[in-house]
């Protein structure tokens, strides 16, 4: 893996589908979605927002690195969007059915990086926690539970291993609190109580809502209902979803970038004068080609040495029998060949991608380690739920189209 890259604004991409055609929001600049991108961790990830964002509030002892504080001077109520799949890269495939998102993201935006893993679950508490993923625990989509043969998905984590045990890290929710900061998470009313959303949310007050309207009628309500300091932190997931199941820039996308442009609008014109909005994203998305997908599965060369697939697609975590680590990483290798780097835990936690990893949670992580180049995936199509083998865009990975997210800041 290859050292950082400075992200740059959203491109007229034309290649996967990472953002293709040229768009309104073509003039915000280019880069490659496909180069590698290293989180930006301390400097301008997703770890660094709710810090910033608690600086801003007055909370003794928050850091910001993103120079929030005097942006905001004068801020006593934030909301925090976080929309699920909306990478800096689909911004300009966004802009036909999204223009108030376009207008924000030129005038208002910028790019950071999301942590690695570029999934959900660690991008989640990582926002959440306000701390690299090393230290959180949450190391990817799916994961080893030490000493055991069992993997745990994070999606579907109703509370064994029980969750500030598994996440030990207190939140930036729990920290606002304790200063005297009115917190309040809105999300999916499904979510609420889930092992994900106490590793993450834990410390605020849950307001479940159902759909776009209702997420941005909730938010202001929380946003406006106190006089002191406040910190609303919102979740939205469709973009994603539709991404996942139908494509970036498929009809369903497409409407569901139009149902985020509205939920910004009403959020923007319903801040208050001493508000702000900070709009994020966990990571961007790429639609996988049929030819661009193996299957560890259907191919025992794959499985040999192997006792335990966890992590996604685009990160596999592979733990191995004793003494077969380096079998598994010269045959992975020839396999694979320019469609993945096929590293060790011990070279890919030296290199920094997680930040610093505790020894508690080294053994979450695979013996081997299976990071997709390009637009290329593993599948493991008898070991995992069908659905997975069926989406057409995932995530997870290192390129620029997975890891750049965008932050806009909106004043009331």
């Given at each position: 893996m290859t050292g950082p890259r400075e992200p740059t604004g959203p491109p007229d991409a034309a290649s996967a589908r990472a953002g293709t055609g040229s768009s309104p929001a073509a003039d915000l600049g280019t880069s490659d979605p496909f180069g590698t991108l290293a989180p930006r961790y301390g400097e301008a990830s997703l770890a660094d927002i709710l810090p910033a964002a608690l600086a801003a509030l007055g909370v003794p002892g928050a850091t910001d690195v993103l120079g929030l504080t005097a942006a905001l001077d004068g801020v006593r109520r934030i909301a925090v969007l976080l929309v699920d799949g909306l990478g800096w890269h689909q911004i300009p495939t966004a802009a036909p059915y999204a223009p108030t998102l376009v207008g924000l993201a030129t005038t208002a935006g910028r790019p950071l990086t999301s942590g690695f893993p570029s999934t959900t679950p660690t991008s989640l508490v990582t926002l959440g926690t306000g701390t690299v993923p090393g230290a959180h625990g949450v190391l990817g989509f799916t994961l080893r539970v030490p000493n055991t043969d069992r993997v745990l998905n994070h999606i579907d984590w109703a509370g064994d291993p029980e969750p500030l045990h598994w996440q030990p890290v207190p939140t930036q929710l729990e920290r606002a609190r304790a200063a005297g900061v009115q917190v309040t998470v809105v999300s999916r009313p499904e979510f609420g109580g889930s092992g994900l959303t106490l590793a993450a949310n834990r410390g605020g007050d849950y307001r479940g809502a159902a759909g776009v309207d209702e997420l941005g009628r909730e938010m202001l309500a929380a946003l406006t209902a106190g006089t002191g300091p406040t910190l609303v932190s919102?979740?939205?997931?469709?973009?994603?979803?539709?991404?996942?199941?139908?494509?970036?820039?498929?009809?369903?996308?497409?409407?569901?970038?139009?149902?985020?442009?509205?939920?910004?609008?009403?959020?923007?014109?319903?801040?208050?004068?001493?508000?702000?909005?900070?709009?994020?994203?966990?990571?961007?998305?790429?639609?996988?080609?049929?030819?661009?997908?193996?299957?560890?599965?259907?191919?025992?060369?794959?499985?040999?040495?192997?006792?335990?697939?966890?992590?996604?697609?685009?990160?596999?975590?592979?733990?191995?029998?004793?003494?077969?680590?380096?079998?598994?990483?010269?045959?992975?290798?020839?396999?694979?060949?320019?469609?993945?780097?096929?590293?060790?835990?011990a070279e890919l936690v030296a290199a920094g991608w997680f930040g610093p990893v505790p020894e508690e949670h080294l053994g979450r992580i695979g013996d081997v380690v299976v990071v997709c180049n390009g637009s290329y995936a593993v599948l493991a199509t008898r070991s995992e739920p069908p659905i997975a083998s069926r989406l057409v865009a995932y995530h997870g990975s290192d390129t620029a189209a997975e890891m750049t997210i965008p932050l806009l800041v909106v004043r009331g």
């Open positions: 919102g979740y939205h997931p469709d973009l994603d979803r539709h991404g996942h199941l139908s494509g970036v820039d498929s009809a369903p996308w497409r409407a569901a970038a139009a149902d985020v442009d509205r939920l910004l609008t009403r959020l923007v014109e319903g801040l208050p004068p001493d508000a702000a909005l900070l709009v994020t994203a966990d990571h961007g998305q790429l639609d996988i080609p049929a030819e661009h997908r193996f299957d560890l599965d259907t191919d025992p060369r794959l499985r040999a040495g192997v006792t335990v697939v966890a992590g996604e697609p685009r990160v596999r975590y592979l733990h191995v029998r004793p003494g077969a680590r380096d079998d598994v990483v010269a045959t992975w290798s020839a396999v694979l060949g320019a469609a993945a780097r096929v590293t060790t835990r």
